[in-house]
């Protein structure tokens, strides 16, 4: 059973920066890509960031685009996400989720097979 566990989160003033990590554990894992996803009350679960996992191409929604980066140490199995000029509204929980099989799209939540437990983010003003 391949399991992830995210960590990181916390409070943080509007411009400050977060580092979150996903660590993957389990005797069969192995992944295409891994994401990062967030989720407030009432909505959907958005697509944040990507990473492909064997040749590292990036993937990032607009409005994070040019603020958070991706990044995966495939010797540790993690894949990290840092956060910088952090705004009010990337207030959410923060998943991670990891593609057990080559999809055609890693932008939805569809995509993925396994799934963290999530990790709060709260950006003060």
């Known amino acids: 059973q391949v399991q992830l566990v995210e960590s990181g989160g916390g409070l943080v003033q509007a411009g400050g920066s977060l580092r979150l990590s996903c660590a993957a554990s389990?005797?069969?894992?192995?992944?295409?890509?891994m994401g990062w996803f967030r989720e407030t009350p009432g909505k959907e679960r958005e697509f944040v960031a990507a990473?492909?996992?064997?040749?590292?191409?990036?993937l990032y929604s607009d409005s994070v685009k040019g603020r958070f980066t991706i990044s995966r140490d495939k010797a540790k199995n993690t894949v990290y996400l840092q956060m910088n000029s952090l705004k009010p509204e990337d207030t959410a929980v923060y998943y991670c989720?990891?593609?057990?099989?080559?999809?055609?799209?890693?932008?939805?939540?569809?995509?993925?097979?396994?799934w963290g437990q999530g990790t709060q983010v709260t950006v003060s003003s």
């Open positions: 389990g005797p069969t894992f192995s992944t295409y890509a």
């Open positions: 990473v492909t996992w064997n040749n590292g191409v990036t």
């Open positions: 989720a990891a593609a057990a099989y080559r999809r055609g799209s890693y932008y939805y939540t569809r995509s993925y097979d396994y």
